[in-house]
C-alpha cells in the first residue's frame, strides 16, 4: 500500500530549479533510499514530503490526504504524531540533556513528564548511548549526538521516518552500527524509512533506491536520462 | 589466493579428512568459491610432497577408508611466513569489469557501454544489499561478517568507478551529439 506519494512535484529556491517535476510512490514499511550527487535536490525533496517545504507545483499525498494544500498549523501537527526527521545539520538542542532532547517531541505531544522521561531513556538505551542520558550535546562525541538524534526521531513511533545523511559525518563502523539499529528498529514496528544519502553503502540497507539527478528521477537509476533530456531540449 | 596456505591455516587446528577440508574451507570462506574436492586432494598432495603435510591417519567407520592429514613443524614454519608477507596492492585493473568497458568504449562506442555499465551498477547494488543483510544479522558468524565487509568495499570501490565513467561516457555522449 502507497503510504507517500509525489505527482510532479517542482520547487525552486529564486532562479534554482532544485525539483523539476518529481514523481514517487513510497510503500508502506519500505526502507527506501533517495541518492543522487550532491545538490540534486535529494534534502529538498524530503523536506517536500515531510510537508516541511511546500512545493510550487504538483502534489504530496500523505495516507491519501493533500499535505501540500493543509496549513503549516496542520503540517507541523502531523509532524509531530506520525512523522520523524533526522536532519543533515543541526540536530539537537544545545541547551538540553541528551535524555531531555529525546523527551522534548513527546513532551511536545502532551506526554506527562515522568512517562517521556522513561521513554527517552528507553529509547538511549536501545541505541547503546544510554551512559550519556544526561550530558549534554557539547559533551558528547559525534556519533553519540547522531544516535541520540535517532532515539529523537523515534520516540514518537512514528509511522514514517525522514532520514537525510544520518550517517554524514561517522566513521564507517559507527555508521555501520547506527544504520543496523536504525533499520532493525524500523522493521520491528514497519516505520516507512526514507534514506536520503550518497553513499552506495549507505543507500544497501535499504529495500529500495530512488536516484535523482538535477531535480528529476532518473529512470536509469544513473542519471544519463537527465542528462540526455537536458540535451534534447 | 593461495588455497595451499588457507588448507595449511585449517590444518593448523588439527588433523582433518579431505572432506572435512573442503567443508571447512567453504564454510570458513563464505564469499569465495567452493572449493572442488579434485583441488583439495592435488594441493594436498603437492603439500605432502614438500613435506607440509603428512598423513596421521586413516580409519574406516562403516564406508571407505579415509585418510586424516596433519600440518607439519615445516608446514607451520611456511604457514606462519605466509601471514607475515605483505601482499603487493593487487593489480584490479586487469578484472573483467574494467576490460569489458574499456573494451566497449572501444569497438562498441559510449552507448554500448553506458548500457553495460547501467546493467552492472543494477546487480552490484543488488550484491551489496545482500551482503548488508548478511552483515546485519544476528546470526552471522564474525567469518561471514569479515568476509561480507571485503566484498561490500571492493563492491563499493567498483560501484564509485562505474559511476564516474558514466559521468564521462555521458559527456562524451554530449559531444559527440551536440
Ligand atoms: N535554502 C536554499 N536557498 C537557495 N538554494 C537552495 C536552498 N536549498 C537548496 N538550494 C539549492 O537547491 C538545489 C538542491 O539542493 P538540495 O539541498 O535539495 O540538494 P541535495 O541533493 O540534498 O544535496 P547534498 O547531497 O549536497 O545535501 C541545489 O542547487 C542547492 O544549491
Ligand atoms: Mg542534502
Redesign the pocket.
Known sequence: MTILRARGVVKS??R?A??RGVTIDVAEGEILAVT????????????CLAGILRPDAGEVTYGGHRLDTWSERMRSRLRRTEFGVLF?FGQLVAELTAAENVALPLLLAGTGRREARTAAEGWLDRLGVADVADARPGEMSGGQQQRCAVARALVTEPRVLFA??PTGALDSRTSEALLGELVRLAREQRTTVLL?T?DVQVAAYADREVS?RD?VVDASGLGLTAAQGRHGR | MSTAHVLLGLLAGGPMHGYELKRSHDQRLPQAKPVAFGQVYATIGRLQRDGLVTTAGHDQEGGPERTSFEITEAGRKRLDDWLGETEPPAPYVTSTLFAKVAVAVLVSGADRARDYLVAQRAAHMERLRALTAVKTDPASSLGEVVAADYAILHLDADLRWVSNTLERVADLHREVHP
Open positions: 529556491y529564486g534554482t532544485a525539483l543522487g550527487p550532491s545538490g540534486c535536490g535529494k534534502s529538498t525533496l524530503l523536506h543533515q537525510d545523511e536520503v550518497h535523482l531535480g
